[in-house]
T-cell receptor, first 114, second 112 residues
């Protein structure tokens, strides 16, 4: 069974731009969660989608948004990029809704904001 | 607010040694706890998931224990190998809205 895939793997953007990241979950998994990882803050939860609906949200500004499609693939969008948005963005999938289900992570997208 | 602490932040051991990584959390009302490993620049690999009703889980050379009342979990690695070198993270799932809190991790280096 293929694992969680994320595209692109690396991105370089400049301040003020926007970016869209993509995540394809493990086949049969309907929940996709997004996380931001930085050296200073560690891993922080962004949001969780299940059946095309946002079910759970962390403490991030509205510049961070996401959506999920009927095939469970998910996208995350960050608008008006700031230098502090430079991070490794990870998505994870699980079979059921709720973060307490076992999470399987993708390799991440490394975003650099210049 | 749940806070998760992992001690030590870094650990270097010779190959073959048994070792223990620690994870402590402040709110004992948790759903479960999951241990991950992360290789440099990579995503997380799930190692063990312990439900709140369980005391321990084992997988190969790994054993994780959970003591909710004291807010602690330990990950025991037996007969460490150079391939075990990675950062080990614990994640605690808690809260009415199913929040997750990660520790900063323990960076493990196993020296051949």
């Amino acid at each position: 069974k293929a694992g969680v895939t994320q595209t692109p793997r690396y991105l370089i953007k400049t301040r003020g731009q926007q970016v869209t990241l993509s995540c394809s979950p493990i086949s049969g998994h309907r929940s996709v969660s997004w996380y931001q990882q930085t050296p200073g803050q560690g891993l922080q939860f962004l949001f969780e989608y299940f059946s095309e609906t946002q079910r759970n949200k962390g403490n991030f500004p509205g510049r961070f948004s996401g959506r999920q499609f009927s095939n469970s693939r998910s996208e995350m969008n960050v608008s008006t990029l700031e230098l502090g948005d430079s991070a490794l963005y990870l998505c994870a999938s699980s079979f059921g809704v709720g973060l307490y289900n076992e999470q399987f992570f993708g390799p991440g997208t490394r975003l650099t904001v210049l | 607010k749940q806070e998760v602490t992992q001690i030590p932040a870094a650990l270097s051991v010779p190959e073959g040694e048994n070792l223990v990584l620690n994870c402590s959390f402040t709110d004992s009302a948790i759903y479960n706890l999951q241990w991950f490993r992360q290789d440099p620049g990579k995503g997380l690999t799930s190692l063990l998931l312990i439900q709140s009703s369980q005391r321990e889980q084992t997988s190969g050379r790994l054993n994780a224990s959970l003591d909710k009342s004291s807010g602690r979990s330990t990950l025991y690695i037996a007969a460490s190998q150079p391939g075990d070198s990675a950062t080990y993270l614990c994640a605690v799932y808690s809260g009415g809205y199913q929040k997750v809190t990660f520790g900063i991790g323990t960076k493990l280096q196993v020296i051949p």
